[in-house]
Structure formats: structure tokens, C-alpha cells
């Protein structure tokens, strides 16, 4: 009689002690806090010619939230006269200074989806490592990344003219001729006189 009462106390207090533990169980646990995912930005493709697209993909920005992109130019450690600059596959393209009328922006804007994405393209009009950044208005949020913009070639495989100052040797050239011209028109026209008067014919 005693022992079935001890086994029933003991089963009596084991309930007790269990029971706050079950319940806690029985309550749905809140989600994890997952950190955000960190903004990047990517280019495709990242070493191009002068005039060629680039195609800038976002990710991890704010939902639709507007994004400035600032881009910056550095000249390309190859970009001495005479001195090839190098491709990304080691291939070489010598340098040449080209000139467009309505250069690229240094700055621009783009919107990102609800997800915090966005795609942009860029055309480059100059030579050298283009730095694009991209910081978000409302998020903060930053990431960047580096193109290589190598002049473009003409199609016989030379490359572009410099532009500029293009008609400076025909007129200096044009200015020799015009001068030689007017000497030898004087040289001519004393060369008359001088027989019309016998200046030079023997007595």
C-alpha cells in the first residue's frame, strides 16, 4: 500500500515538473533573424573597347529604392605612347585617343525591383579603368566594381586617329607651298624687269 503511494507521488510530482517544459514546446518558436544579404554589383563584360555596352547587375540593394551610381576614371598603366595596353587574356591593343562628341556620364541613377535588384547599361567613350558605384538613396547600402575600357581598332586592324588637331599638317604643308610660290612668283617678276631694261645684257 505504502509503495503504490510513493510510486504515485512520484509520478504526481514528475507531471509537475514536465509540464512547463511541454507547453513551452507546444509555442511556435519565432523565425531566425537571417542578416541581410550584402549588396553587390557586377559588370559583363569587364574589359571592353570604346563604345562597347556594359552591363551592370545589382543585387542586395533596398526594395524599390532609387540608386546613384557614380563612375570614376583612372588611366590604364599601359596607356604611355607607344606602349601596348593588355588585354584580360594577356592579348595586347596599342593605345589611341578618341574623341565623341557627347562623353558618358560620371553620373547616373537606377530604380531596383522588390527583390533589390537592378540591371543598367553603360556605354564607355573613353580609355581607361572605369570604377562604378552604387550607393542606395533610402538603404545605405554600397558595392562597386571595375571596368577595363582599351581603345577601339578600325576594322583593317589600325587603330583610330587621334582627333583634334587632324588638319594641322595639311595647313602647315598647304602654308610651305603657298610661300614657295610667292618666292619664286618675286624671283620671276625681278628676273623680267632686269632683262626688259638691259640690266643684265653685256655692252
Not at 505504502?2 to 509537475?16: D, E, K, P, Q, Y
Not at 556594359?54 to 532609387?66: A, D, H, K, M, R
Not at 551610381?69 to 588585354?87: E, H, K, M, N
Request: proline content about 10%.
Amino acid at each position: 500500500m505504502r509503495l503504490s503511494r510513493i510510486i504515485m507521488a512520484l509520478t504526481a510530482g514528475l507531471a509537475v515538473v514536465l509540464a512547463p517544459t511541454a507547453a513551452g514546446a507546444a509555442q511556435p518558436q519565432p523565425a531566425p533573424d537571417y542578416p541581410p544579404q550584402p549588396p553587390a554589383l557586377t559588370a559583363n563584360p569587364t574589359t571592353v573597347v570604346v563604345g562597347e555596352v556594359i552591363v551592370l547587375t545589382s543585387t542586395g540593394f533596398g526594395p524599390n529604392e532609387i540608386v546613384d551610381i557614380d563612375v570614376t576614371v583612372a588611366p590604364l598603366a599601359a596607356s604611355v605612347p607607344g606602349q601596348p595596353a593588355r588585354r584580360s587574356d594577356g592579348s595586347t591593343v596599342a593605345m589611341a585617343a578618341v574623341a565623341y562628341p557627347q562623353p558618358a556620364p560620371r553620373h547616373f541613377t537606377a530604380h531596383t525591383n522588390a527583390a533589390g535588384r537592378f540591371i543598367k547599361h553603360y556605354r564607355p567613350t573613353e580609355v581607361g579603368q572605369l570604377t562604378f558605384t552604387a550607393t542606395g538613396r533610402e538603404s545605405g547600402r554600397t558595392a562597386s566594381v571595375t571596368v577595363t575600357v582599351l581603345a577601339k581598332k578600325r576594322p583593317g586592324g589600325g587603330n583610330l586617329p587621334v582627333t583634334g588637331d587632324s588638319m594641322g599638317t595639311p595647313l602647315k604643308v598647304g602654308g610651305g607651298l603657298v610661300g614657295a610660290g610667292a618666292v619664286l612668283m618675286l624671283g620671276s617678276l625681278v628676273w623680267r624687269r632686269r632683262n626688259r631694261f638691259g640690266m643684265g645684257s653685256p655692252r
